[in-house]
Antibody, heavy 120, light 108 residues
């Protein structure tokens, strides 16, 4: 059974870069789309973007200028980088895989999520 | 960008009752790429329904999805204690993929 686990700093200073990694266990990164999704505390969900196992990416236009996704197949990991953060970027950050190799955008499974707080 | 509007914001029901949650899109969702998720406090969302009406693995048949075009519905026939949670719809017909604002199903 595939499991995902987010890791990285839980506190980032304003104007700095938020960097998170998602480690995939129980399966390979190959064949799937891999997404990042965030949720400010007490609020709704926002899709950040995806990276395909070949390295292709699509980002949410609302974050495109600040976000970058990458993957390392040798480590079975993919990563999120969000630069120039502000307090508005404080959120739970989730990594997720698509349910099927044939259809993109149906998220299953998810990581447990990680709270990242932007504060000085 | 496709906007998804969920209604009602909160649904107050008793165990055993039927819940009907609505998700309306600002434009037609191609291929009925509409999914539903359940989220409980302190947990990640869980996929319930994909393709508007297909149940994800392990989801009980009291949970069902329907609809096409711009109007979609999640129905829970006979609420169990574990069904009280927040539910989100999400479209993947076109990027950016977007979520509705959520419907909270609470105990009356």
């Amino acid at each position: 059974q595939v499991q995902l686990q987010e890791s990285g700093p839980g506190l980032v200073k304003p104007s700095e870069t938020l960097s998170l990694t998602c480690t995939v266990s129980g399966g390979s990164i190959g064949g799937y789309y891999w997404s990042w999704i965030r949720q400010p505390p007490g609020k709704g969900l926002e899709w950040i973007g995806y990276i395909y196992y070949t390295g292709g990416t699509i980002y949410n236009p609302s974050l495109r200028r600040r976000v970058s996704l990458s993957l390392d197949m040798s480590k079975n990991q993919f990563s999120l980088s969000l630069k120039s953060v502000t307090a508005a970027d404080t959120a739970f950050y989730y990594c997720a895989r698509d349910r099927s190799v044939r259809v993109a955008g149906e998220f299953d499974p998810w990581g447990q999520g990680m709270l990242v707080t932007v504060s000085s | 960008e496709i906007e998804l509007t969920q209604s009602p914001g909160t649904l107050s029901l008793s165990p055993g009752e039927r819940a009907s949650l609505s998700c309306r899109a600002s434009q037609t969702i191609s291929g009925s790429h509409l999914a539903w998720y359940q989220q409980k406090p302190g947990q990640a969302p869980r996929l319930l329904i994909y393709g508007a009406s297909s149940r994800a693995s392990g989801i009980p048949d009291r949970i069902s999805g329907s609809g096409s075009g711009t109007d979609f519905t999640l129905t829970i026939s006979g609420l169990e204690p574990e069904d009280f949670a927040v539910y989100y719809c999400q479209q993947s017909g076109s990027t950016p993929w977007t979520f509705g604002q959520g419907t909270k199903v609470e105990v009356k």
